[in-house]
């Protein structure tokens, strides 16, 4: 078994998302040298089962044993038919296990991905269950740096709490990239509210759901964050013009003034 092959397969398993727990069967699997092997990891998504076999295949002129791709096979809650979609590995940055679950489930995800030239690119991924590859994969959509979506831009339309302080916002950011649906503290009224966002590039947005999971209208949250910032500018506004009162000091009355005038004479 080559050793040094061996290291390379299983830093790669662990940070596609499979974590250390295959490393004796990959071990195992190697040394028998067979041409062909595949390795089974299972995973849960909250009540959803996912299940991800690997394959690997041997070189035809060496000893070298290569991470080709993985099966994901989703069994999804109250569904009695399984999803399934297979995912590539590249020498780039490759979709994780949990990445694939959320394309799976119908978010995207954005990458820094290689083209076949071996240039790298960023892009949202979002899967289309509407077009089939001929390989039996649902289509994924791309929307390239140049698609014009920018995800700060698309939160900053809503009063969300957590854009207020740079690390949470960071954060936030962080995980709606990886195609997460995240919680976050929407300020109504003078009260937070917690719902959960999802990214969507292909509209330029973001989704939002309530405690229930049902979808929020866009233009409705973009008129709580108007009356939001109105609410603000109001209470900023009379503020000014009472710390402006208190500065100009109480008005000296006229007849007052006179007298003053007239005992400096």
């Avoid at 799976?104 to 991924?125: C, F, H, I, P, Q």
């Avoid at 339309?157 to 995980?175: G, Q, R, V, W």
């Avoid at 405690?211 to 209208?217: E, H, L």
């Amino acid at each position: 078994m080559n050793e040094k092959n061996f290291e390379y397969l299983r830093d790669q398993i662990k940070y596609t998302g499979f974590g250390e727990a295959l490393e004796s069967q990959l071990k195992e699997k190697m040394q028998k040298e067979e041409p062909n092997f595949t390795l089974t990891h299972n995973a849960q998504y909250g009540n959803d089962t996912a299940t991800a076999t690997l394959n690997f295949k041997k070189s035809d002129q060496s000893d070298i044993f290569f991470f080709n791709s993985y099966k994901v096979e989703l069994q999804k809650e109250n569904s009695k038919e399984t999803l399934e979609q297979t995912f590539y590995i590249n020498k780039g940055s490759n979709i994780t296990m949990k990445e694939a679950y959320n394309l799976m489930e119908g978010r995207s995800v954005n990458k820094d991905l290689t083209s076949k030239e071996g240039e790298v690119y960023n892009s949202w991924v979002q899967m289309d269950f509407k077009q089939s590859e001929s390989n039996g994969n649902f289509k994924l959509n791309h929307y390239h740096q140049n698609y014009g979506y920018d995800l700060e831009a698309a939160l900053s339309k809503h009063p969300i709490k957590e854009l207020e302080t740079p690390k949470y916002k960071e954060d936030l950011i962080n995980s709606l990239k990886k195609g997460n649906l995240q919680s976050a503290t929407f300020l109504k009224e003078g009260n937070e509210i917690k719902q959960y966002i999802e990214a969507s590039p292909q509209f330029k947005t973001i989704n939002i759901y309530d405690n229930n999971m049902k979808r929020i209208d866009n233009r409705k949250a973009q008129e709580e964050k108007q009356s939001e910032s109105q609410q603000t500018s109001e209470k900023q506004s009379s503020k000014k013009q009472n710390q402006t009162a208190d500065d100009d000091g109480p008005e000296i009355p006229k007849e007052a003034k006179k007298k003053r005038k007239s005992q400096s004479m």
